[in-house]
């Protein structure tokens, strides 16, 4: 399984733009990248995901380059209530689909 | 989306005790589900993978004899914390996957367990 690194935590303010980075050096080519979102006393919610390019849904976007080693969840416009811890994961077809949590980000949104 | 509910939602007992933990798929069939153990301010760690039907398969680490999972049907999941003690005490997650057709995990909103 690919190893995730992203920063252990981040802060912003609300209504802005928030850009949380992962690299995934080991990423093979079968596998996905996926973000979770996590608030505290609650299981992780999927937030989205993505192989290549660019992903966007009503929550998020997701930006994954060429060589797919990185990849970038824009948060637009944040609110209080985006204060959460947000993993990044890759799920590949390993035949047990069972998911590796790595550290996460902790995203701090102050009023 | 899927629903996964987990009951109770928090557990406290006294140290010796066992607790079942319950992890259901409201509406949808789970042919897999996964338990997770989460420490305060850590990530999730895998416990075990749950297939309906079979045996629990544990991660390295985990003792089978303790945690105790059964899976009876397509539905429920049950995780039974045996002779806890306060070191047990934690945060558990159960998922479910509905099927072959997707990857995409459902989590169960987690049991707060704590064993004084």
């Known amino acids: 399984l690919a190893k995730t690194t992203q920063p252990i935590s981040m802060d912003s303010y609300e209504g802005q733009e928030v850009n949380i980075t992962c690299s995934h050096n080991n990423i093979a080519t079968n596998d996905y990248i996926t973000w979770y979102q996590q608030f505290p006393s609650q299981g992780p919610r999927f937030i989205i995901q993505g192989y290549k390019t660019k992903v966007t849904n009503e929550v998020a976007s997701l930006f994954i380059p060429a060589d797919r080693k990185s990849s970038t969840l824009s948060l637009p416009r944040v609110s209080l209530s985006d204060t959460a811890v947000y993993y990044c994961?890759?799920?590949?077809?390993?035949?047990?689909?069972?998911?590796?949590f790595g550290s996460g980000t902790r995203l701090q949104v102050q009023p | 989306g899927a629903v996964v509910s987990q009951h109770p939602s928090w557990v406290i007992c006294k140290s010796g005790t066992s607790v079942k933990i319950e992890c259901r798929s409201l509406?949808?069939?789970?042919?897999?589900m996964f338990w997770y153990r989460q420490f305060p301010k850590q990530s999730l760690m895998l416990m075990a993978t749950?297939?309906?039907?079979?045996?629990?398969?544990?991660e390295q680490g985990v003792e089978k004899d303790k945690f105790l999972i059964n899976h009876a049907s397509l539905t429920l999941s049950t995780l039974t914390v045996t002779s806890a003690h306060p070191e047990d005490s934690s945060f558990y997650i159960c998922?479910?996957?509905?099927?072959?057709?997707?990857?995409?995990?459902?989590f169960g909103p987690g049991t707060r367990l704590t064993v004084l």
């Open positions: 749950s297939n309906e039907g079979s045996k629990a398969t544990y």
């Open positions: 994961l890759v799920v590949g077809d390993t035949g047990r689909r069972a998911l590796t």
């Open positions: 509406d949808f069939q789970a042919t897999t």
């Open positions: 998922s479910a996957l509905p099927g072959l057709a997707t990857d995409e995990q459902f």
